[in-house]
């Protein structure tokens, strides 16, 4: 029973990273063209307050949609760690993006409160990220917007552009090595009998 919902859930929470990276990125795409009509030629006095709050309610917004993005992200490894089945995906992930850096980005959001006050986990070493074609340094709770390149980068590091993209392109893959997971489970406990 236990492998039917680690199966599940392993594909669940990969169509989660989808979901949520585009949702995410689609927020704040939304906020850049607030702001962009904030300070554009045509704009008025009149509706200074109105594009304000709208934008401010945005930032918000984002602030939550990259949070459980991360979480979605950290999730879906999780339970791919339960099967070997998805050893490959688990290992193009590490290899694209390292798993410090999901851990790190994820601890760094997820216990903010703690860190600010020096409790909670050690402090990452690798807390501040340095850019190097970019000349900035950023630490994990940062992130940083050019939509012009594709980079929607959390932490500095982590593109949730790419992460999407490569979810998209594995799905087909997560789905079938799913099927395949759920026809041994019940080949198994067929054979129990």
Request: charged content about 30%; hydrophobic content about 40%.
């Amino acid at each position: 029973m236990e492998e039917y919902y680690f199966a599940n859930k392993a594909l669940e929470w990969a169509q989660a990273v989808i979901f949520q990276g585009e949702r995410t990125i689609e927020t704040a795409q939304n906020n850049m063209m607030i702001f962009n009509d904030m300070y554009g030629d045509d704009f008025s006095l009149s509706l200074a307050s109105k594009f304000r709050q709208e934008s401010e309610r945005n930032r918000f917004r984002i602030f939550m949609e990259e949070h459980f993005f991360i979480i979605a992200l950290a999730k879906s490894i999780d339970f791919f760690k339960k099967f070997n089945h998805f050893d490959a995906i688990r290992n193009d992930i590490y290899n694209n993006w390292g798993k410090t850096t999901i851990d790190d980005i994820r601890n760094m959001r997820e216990h903010d409160d703690e860190f600010i006050v020096g409790k909670g986990k050690t402090r990452p070493q690798n807390f501040l990220h340095e850019y190097q074609s970019r000349r900035y340094i950023s630490d994990a709770t940062s992130t940083i917007m050019d939509f012009s390149k594709r980079e929607y980068l959390l932490g500095g590091r982590l593109n949730i552009f790419e992460v999407v993209d490569f979810y998209n392109n594995k799905f087909k893959n997560i789905n079938a090595i799913y099927e395949k997971l759920i026809k041994e489970i019940k080949n198994n406990e067929m054979n129990q009998f």
